[in-house]
């Protein structure tokens, strides 16, 4: 699987935006990069490792490693009036190298979420690229890449780190997971 490649090549305030509910379980800062590990907003569970980093043009960017290894790209602009579900077309490639079309997906009113292939060359091109380019209906939008290299590679370790080490926290702490008690409930 592509995420292999990127394990080899790893060294060890947005779902982006956190949901309401979700929970940041840690924190990561690299150069202008902000983020950490987040749970899921409806079980609780680890979701993903997701940082942004703002941008002078007012748009923010982020990148998000999900708990399966999938990641995406999400933008985030406060004036942006966007209607939730909606797609849109886009076109993106790092520096002068191939490329990508895909669809950018409205998840806030001043938010889309842009899935990315699984793809090693792909992620090495974000991690060792100095500018991404996005092309949508009306605007062309650059990027300086300053610090992926660390930031990508520090967001698959988490997510990597968190899919194994986190377990949904408990209503009961008294009680064992299931619920029905037995030697792990002292009170049993």
Partial sequence: MWYRSIAAACLGSLLFVLPAGAEQISKLTIGNWDGGAYTHTQTGEFSHCAASADYKS????VFSIHRDLTWAL?????????????????????????????TATV?????????????????NRFRHGSMLTIVAA???MHFSLNQTSRMLSALFDCAKHWRDNYSKPTDNPFG???????????FQ
């Fill in 176 to 186: 064992s997971s299931g619920g029905s008690g037995g030697s792990d409930n002292p």
């Fill in 58 to 61: 007012g748009i923010t960017l």
């Fill in 107 to 123: 998840i806030a009113p001043n938010q889309v979420k842009v899935p990315l292939p699984g793809d090693d060359r792909l992620f």
């Fill in 74 to 102: 999400g933008l985030a602009n406060d004036s942006w009036k966007l209607t939730e579900g909606d797609t849109y077309p886009v076109e993106y490639r790092v520096d002068r190298s191939k490329t990508y079309e895909g």
């Fill in 138 to 140: 009306n605007q062309t």
